[in-house]
């Protein structure tokens, strides 16, 4: 059953502390993705990976970070940095970068 | 001005009726577009990419492309309530580091019995 698969569905995070989203895809993608959605706005792009042990930064990199050490995995670490985390996170993945984005069922991360 | 434009919303049209869906973006040389549908709380997914001007139908959808208008909309034939979501165009640009993908803000979609 391919997919890209991301958990937790809901992650809580008191101040001060690192939390740690996992999205994981079978689709054989070399591209991955994550992105950050709010009420009322489009998608942001918060990292985005084209290769295995490359990544680059996206529109709003600042308070987050990523790896990407195996094909099929790209965690997103949301930092104490980030002062705003609530969000609807959502992972993708593409065959390469020029072709579509496929994604995951998201992260709701909420600051307690 | 924002990269990509759509209307919030919400667009309410009767069941069986066409909703017209539509889209601006601000840069040239954009090379292709997307529409993704997405339902409350869910993820977005896939309803049709487009590359060339045009139309491109797949099955109730039909994608319009209008690259001197910089325009791009997404017509859905006899409307049905699960087509109720919000809708999200995406357009695809070449930038120094490789392909963005920029999403407008999303139309709501209400199909009403």
């Known amino acids: 059953d391919g997919g890209i698969t991301q958990s937790p569905k809901y992650l809580f995070r008191k101040e001060g502390q690192n939390v740690t989203l996992s999205c994981e895809q079978n689709?054989?993608?070399?591209?991955m993705y994550w992105y950050r959605q709010d009420p009322g706005q489009g998608l942001r792009l918060i990292y985005y990976?084209?290769?295995?042990?490359?990544?680059q930064k996206g529109d709003i990199a600042e308070g987050y970070s990523v790896s990407r050490e195996k094909k099929e995995s790209f965690p997103l670490t949301v930092t104490s940095a980030q002062k705003n985390p609530t969000a609807f996170y959502l992972c993708?993945?593409?065959?390469?970068?020029?072709?579509?984005?496929?994604f995951g069922p998201g992260t709701r991360l909420l600051v307690l | 001005q924002k990269e990509v434009e759509q209307n919030s919303g919400p667009l309410s049209v009767p069941e069986g009726a066409i909703a017209s869906l539509n889209c601006t973006y601000s840069?040239?040389?954009?090379?292709?577009f997307f529409w993704y549908r997405q339902y409350s709380g869910k993820s977005p997914e896939l309803i049709m990419f487009?590359?060339?001007?045009g139309d491109k139908e797949d099955g109730r959808f039909t994608a319009q492309l209008n690259k001197a208008s910089q325009y791009v909309s997404l017509l859905i034939r006899d409307s049905q309530p699960s087509d109720s979501a919000t809708y999200l165009c995406?357009?695809?640009?070449?930038?120094?580091?490789?392909?963005?993908?920029?999403f407008g803000t999303g139309t709501q979609l209400k199909v009403e019995l």
């Open positions: 993708a993945s593409s065959m390469d970068p020029k072709q579509t984005q496929y």
């Open positions: 689709l054989n993608h070399d591209a």
């Open positions: 990976s084209q290769i295995v042990n490359d990544f």
């Open positions: 840069d040239r040389g954009s090379q292709s």
């Open positions: 487009i590359y060339s001007n």
């Open positions: 995406a357009v695809k640009t070449l930038t120094g580091g490789g392909n963005k993908l920029t």
